[in-house]
């Protein structure tokens, strides 16, 4: 299948918009769906830092210094470039959660180690969730920071 990235603040309705049940703002993506979470990554210290890393991870080929990396629509290979990101910086130091989203026959870690046998950077947190509990917990921290 295809894998779409994109930063959004309201993970829930972008996935909306996306599989056409909200009108506007997905025109991208209108014919591949429907569309369903496999990762999220999260907890960056600020939006400019979390823009970039959309943006990076969506152009590995001039966003990973010494790579020759094309773009492609492989979760495999998107994870591989997202693996090498997070060994740069200003991501390698940053507080980011990784959330696996649940699906038959994934467990912690599983994705992450089949693709990147070394597992992940050992700053970033990692788990699986559904998509509601992420929701839910993006929610609260919302509410507790202020943000809208």
């Given at each position: 299948g295809r894998v779409y990235i994109g930063y959004s603040t309201d993970p829930r309705?972008?996935?909306r918009q996306h599989n056409r049940e909200i009108a506007a703002g997905a025109k991208r993506t209108g014919k591949g769906g429907p569309w369903r979470l496999?990762?999220?990554?999260?907890?960056?210290?600020?939006?400019?830092?979390?823009?970039?890393?959309?943006h990076a991870w969506q152009h590995p080929s001039t966003s990973i210094r010494g790579k020759s990396l094309r773009?492609?629509?492989?979760?495999?290979?998107?994870?591989?470039?997202?693996?090498?990101?997070?060994?740069?910086r200003?991501?390698?130091?940053?507080?980011?959660?990784?959330?696996?989203?649940?699906a038959p026959g994934v467990t912690e870690s599983a994705l992450?180690?089949?693709?990147?046998?070394?597992?992940?950077?050992a700053h970033i947190n990692e788990?699986?969730?559904?998509?509601?509990?992420?929701?839910f917990?993006?929610?609260?921290?919302?509410?507790?920071?202020?943000?809208r």
């Open positions: 309705r972008r996935l496999a990762i999220i990554v999260h907890g960056f210290p600020s939006e400019v830092l979390a823009l970039r890393f959309e773009n492609t629509f492989q979760i495999g290979l998107k994870l591989k470039v997202l693996y090498a990101l997070l060994q740069q200003p991501w390698a130091v940053a507080p980011i959660h990784i959330t696996f989203i649940e992450a180690n089949s693709i990147v046998p070394e597992g992940l950077p788990s699986v969730g559904t998509a509601d509990e992420v929701f917990s993006y929610a609260k921290l919302l509410a507790g920071s202020g943000a």
